[in-house]
């Protein structure tokens, strides 16, 4: 039997994509030390990751109106029915985890509504009494460690021997999708299409990697099965659209490394330890979004046209950030994550 927990009943709201609830890892292991219990609100994309974050004790999915690229409209019986769902549970605190550049006050409004006493958030813009603690998040921070430091704040923190890190619970075995010799994962795909390759450019990285000997696994999601298909062309094993959540966690976690973009992949790849060749487009800051503390390589123009713009589509003819990026570069970045020991590890990836 488990022993008895003793603290508050907590929630922590992390409402936007996989990767996103992926990055709120610590934070939630963190509050889940200190806490009877611990339940995670998110959306219907965060869903999957949020029910593989040790920790949590129940998952609660609501479609936010104000969140996501698109978003669905403001239907008052909804907001209403989440309302009525927070109360019954009594939350004596809450913690709103939002990027750098979204606000965390249509969430406190309905939390204060829901009469859960204590909410936390990092904020810069005045909230009233929406907020009990108006956070202000430390310059160049990364996603993962800013919403540590919320919890940090809230009085919460990490249990004696985790490292803080990103963390999943069991995964299954997915040697029967991929065989058992070793194999490199290329993920092409993107929900933001200017953070990816662009298919050709992939299915040259594909070939590239087959040709110097490396077997390749090529992931994508099932709106990606035409994607991935021809990518793999062929020469590479194509598991677009054959793999669940955790069957892609599965298949990350015994890759050799990962070659993917920004993209929840990325974080996935770093949940289970894997190291990471991530094309990152710079229409968001590297050093909030890289994968976190797992080794990797950061491979595109930083210095692009585009960079800070939050583009979802590439505003530049060519798509130069990413698809100029060389399959020397790509092999190279490859070969470091798999030499022993990877001492030249960028301190961040540590």
């Given amino acids: 039997m488990r022993p008895r927990r003793t603290g ?16 709120a890892g610590p934070a939630v292991r963190a509050v889940a030390a200190g806490s009877a219990y611990t339940a995670m609100l998110c959306g219907p994309l965060g869903e999957p990751a949020a029910r593989m974050l040790p920790g949590v004790d129940e998952v609660l999915v609501h479609d936010a109106p104000w969140v996501g690229f698109e978003a669905p409209p403001v239907r008052r019986e909804l907001i209403d029915a989440l309302v009525d769902c927070l109360a019954v549970r009594r939350f004596d605190r809450a913690l709103i985890l939002s990027s750098y550049h979204q606000s965390p006050l249509p969430a406190a409004l309905l939390l204060k509504l829901a009469g859960i006493p204590f909410t936390a958030a990092d904020s810069e813009h005045y909230p009233g009494t929406l907020l009990d603690l108006r956070h202000r998040r430390a310059p160049h921070r990364h996603e993962a460690r800013a919403a540590l430091d919320l919890a940090e704040a809230s009085g919460f923190a990490l249990p004696p021997g985790d490292d803080g890190a990103l963390a999943l619970t069991a995964l299954p075995d997915t040697a029967p999708l991929t065989g058992t010799d070793p194999y490199v994962v290329v ?30 696994v090529v992931t994508g999601g099932p709106a990606e099965k035409e994607l991935t298909a021809g990518i793999a062309d062929g020469i590479a094993l194509d598991l677009g659209g054959r793999t669940s959540f955790p069957e892609l966690a599965g298949v990350l976690a015994g890759a050799a490394v990962v070659v993917t973009g920004n993209t ?10 894997t190291p990471v060749v991530c094309l990152f487009a710079p229409v968001v800051p590297a050093e ?32 130069p950030c990413l698809d100029s990026v060389p399959d020397t570069e790509v092999l190279t970045a490859v ?12 301190p961040e990836a540590r």
């Fill in 335 to 346: 070969a470091a994550l798999l030499a022993p020991g990877r001492a030249d590890d960028p």
């Fill in 8 to 23: 508050p009943r907590t929630l922590v709201v992390r409402l936007d994509s996989a990767g996103d609830v992926l990055l």
């Fill in 264 to 273: 929840g992949p990325s974080h996935l790849a770093a949940a289970v330890g």
């Fill in 187 to 216: 993920h092409p795909g993107a929900a933001v299409p200017a953070r990816a390759w662009s298919p050709g450019r992939a299915a040259q990285a594909v070939a590239a990697l087959e040709e110097a000997g490396h077997r390749v």
């Fill in 288 to 319: 909030r979004w890289a994968p976190y503390r797992v080794p990797h390589r950061l491979l595109g123009r930083q210095d692009a046209v585009c960079a800070g713009s939050r583009a979802r589509v590439c505003p530049v003819p060519g798509h």
